[in-house]
T-cell receptor, first 114, second 115 residues
Framework: DAGVIQSPRHEVTEMGQEVTLRCKPI?????LFWYRQTMMRGLELLIY????????DSGMPEDRFSAKMPNASFSTLKIQPSEPRDSAVYFC????????????FGDGTRLSIL | AQSVTQLDSQVPVFEEAPVELRCNYS??????LFWYVQYPNQGLQLLLK??????LVKGINGFEAEFNKSQTSFHLRKPSVHISDTAEYFC?????????????FGQGTRLTINP
């Protein structure tokens, strides 16, 4: 099993640019989660999907952030326009459809907005 | 709603010494409990989980945790740590309710092993 795959691993871009983060979940997992990790705020859940449908986006910080899951094997998190305060490590995780099963995390995308 | 408190933000320990990382949770319903480890520049990996049954749960890398319902705690322990255990450790809680997939994480405890 390849695990959750995120790309890119690192992204450095200038303020105002559009940023797109990508995630491929583990095959067969029904749930996909996007998290953001910073020193100040720790690990925050941004949004999660069930069977490609967004279930809870209450953690999305503002309208500049959007997430999509066009099919069971791919999701994107987009920031447009980006700001320096968006700098963080963004994680994608997936899990099967049972609440007693753990979430499996990708290695994250380290995003720096200059 | 559930919440998780990790009582120590940093724990320095000498190599081969025992360690305990403390986790308390609050919830009005029964919960599932998890410990994750995050090594530098990596994602979170599951160490162990408590679902039901025996309150002492054994995980990978020699770690174990004990669920204490009366104290609403789920402390993580290892009898003898190695340099390779240097990492950040996260406690997390979830309810068993159907469709309840959100994990609530603590703020993390940074474990530093000194030689």
């Amino acid at each position: 099993d390849a695990g959750v795959i995120q790309s890119p691993r690192h992204e450095v871009t200038e303020m105002g640019q559009e940023v797109t983060l990508r995630c491929k979940p583990i095959s067969g997992h029904d749930y996909l989660f996007w998290y953001r990790q910073t020193m100040m705020r720790g690990l925050e859940l941004l949004i999660y999907f069930n069977n490609n449908v967004p279930i809870d986006d209450s953690g999305m910080p503002e309208d500049r952030f959007s997430a999509k899951m066009p099919n069971a094997s791919f999701s994107t998190l987009k920031i447009q326009p980006s700001e320096p305060r968006d700098s963080a490590v963004y994680f994608c995780a997936s899990s099967p459809g049972y609440s007693n099963q753990p979430q499996h995390f990708g290695d994250g995308t380290r995003l720096s907005i200059l | 709603a559930q919440s998780v408190t990790q009582l120590d933000s940093q724990v320095p320990v000498f190599e081969e010494a025992p360690v305990e990382l403390r986790c308390n949770y609050s919830s009005s319903v029964s919960v599932y409990l998890f410990w994750y480890v995050q090594y530098p520049n990596q994602g979170l990996q599951l160490l162990l989980k408590y679902l039901s049954g025996s309150t002492l749960v054994k995980g990978i890398n020699g770690f174990e945790a004990e669920f204490n319902k009366s104290q609403t705690s789920f402390h993580l322990r290892k009898p003898s740590v190695h340099i390779s255990d240097t990492a950040e450790y996260f406690c997390a809680v979830r309810t068993p309710a159907q469709g309840a997939q959100k994990l609530v994480f603590g703020q993390g405890t940074r474990l530093t092993i000194n030689p």
